[in-house]
């Protein structure tokens, strides 16, 4: 008699996972050997740079990168030191701060990216533009449950 360990969502989700693993193992140390930048870090630069004024506040960006509160003002402490982001004051509320990204992490995010896109598009080569239509509708869909 199949039991919890045999649901299928049990699987999928382990083989999302999974997958998500093994890009992470490819495109990580790819990016940071070309350009030097963690792949979390770019994961905080693209967020920012393609947010309204390039700049969230802490408790945003924590959720977007799954990150604990604590977790993500340690890295943006590390980003800081390093000259890619800054902290802004909230003119409304002293309690919160924004992360911005500045010049010199917009310049290693656009050489970050260029390298990214040519390693995705190895790793997704052999996917038709209809798998990767249907790959980015469940992710939205799976996105919109969480």
Do not use: N
């Not at 093994?22 to 979390?40: C, F, I, K, V, Y």
């Not at 945003?60 to 982001?85: F, N, P, S």
């Not at 970050?112 to 598009?121: K, S």
């Amino acid at each position: 008699m199949p039991g919890p360990l045999d649901d299928r969502l049990v699987t999928t989700f382990g083989r999302l996972i999974e997958a998500y693993s093994r890009l992470e193992q490819r495109l990580g140390p790819a990016m940071e050997a070309d350009t030097g930048l963690p792949l979390t870090w770019f994961e905080v630069l693209i967020r920012l740079a393609r947010s309204p004024e390039r700049q969230l506040t802490m408790g945003a960006l924590a959720e977007e990168i799954a990150l604990t509160t604590g977790g993500v003002t340690r890295l943006v402490d590390r980003m800081e030191k390093a000259g890619y982001v800054e902290r802004l004051p909230c003119p409304g509320d002293r309690r919160v701060s924004y992360a911005a990204i500045t010049s010199t992490g917009r310049e290693i995010l656009d050489r970050a990216a260029a390298q990214h896109a040519r390693e995705l598009g190895a790793a997704f080569a052999d996917f038709t533009e209809q798998d990767l239509d249907a790959l980015d509708g469940l992710l939205d869909r799976l996105r919109a449950r969480g």
